[in-house]
């Protein structure tokens, strides 16, 4: 059975700082590994997928990159901005329901 | 931008009443789930549907919950007799056809059991 942690469980950083947000899954054998972004009290908005045979995906200021061989992603959010505080979940893929990790709660100082 | 829709924001329900929670998936998408999330603790995954009929479930979902798509545009997850441990968020997603397509969220549904 999947299971997903997300290091850290919460994370303040002065605005401008690049930062790293850790995902770890116990079963290489993902379809594919998103990020999603949630704001309190909403649902899920989906930042990056990446399929199990690509190694990163990029999108503006975010790059998210994987290892199935050491069952890991990282994401990568360049000179973070107050805007980008929220809780951000990673998401393993198998055939077809996402196994979520409990997230990284993230807050950007002014 | 396209995006999957759920109704009602809210609802509440005494124990032991049924409720239906109402999704509309992205037109052209062909696959979809719903997920839970009780307050505090992880999204998980509850059902997957795809050509009329469920392809994947997890323990979660027993014999309480069911999933239709009564019409062209509606998917519906309806939970029998309620219990309070049933109050949590539920999401419905979709997504479209290849493993490089997105699931996409809605912004969910609080399910409130007194």
């Known amino acids: 059975k999947q299971e997903v942690t997300q290091i850290p469980a919460a994370l303040s950083v002065p605005e401008g700082e690049n930062l790293v947000l850790n995902c770890s899954f116990t079963d290489s054998a993902i379809y594919n590994l998103q990020w999603f972004r949630q704001d309190p009290g909403k649902g899920l908005t989906s930042l990056l997928l990446i399929q199990s045979s690509q190694r990163e995906q990029t999108s503006g200021r975010l790059n998210a990159s994987l290892d199935k061989s050491s069952g890991r992603s990282t994401l990568y959010i360049a000179a973070s901005q107050p805007g980008d505080s929220a809780t951000y979940l990673c998401?393993?893929?198998?055939?077809?329901?996402?196994?979520f990790g409990k997230g990284t709660h993230l807050i950007i100082q002014p | 931008e396209p995006e999957v829709t759920q109704t009602p924001s809210h609802q509440v329900t005494q124990m032991g009443q049924e409720v239906i929670l109402r999704c509309v998936p992205i037109?052209?998408?062909?696959?979809f789930y719903w997920y839970r999330q009780i307050l505090g603790q992880k999204v998980e995954f509850l059902v997957s549907f795809y050509n009329n009929e469920i392809s994947e479930k997890s323990e979660i979902f027993d014999d309480q919950f069911s999933v239709e798509r009564p019409d062209g545009s509606n998917f519906t997850l309806k939970i029998r007799s309620t219990k309070l441990e049933d109050s949590a968020m539920y999401f419905c997603?979709?997504?479209?056809?290849?493993?490089?397509?997105?699931?996409?969220f809605g912004d969910g549904t609080r399910l409130s059991i007194l």
């Open positions: 998401a393993g893929g198998g055939a077809d329901g996402l196994t």
């Open positions: 997603a979709s997504r479209g056809t290849g493993n490089d397509q997105p699931q996409h």
């Open positions: 037109s052209n998408h062909l696959y």
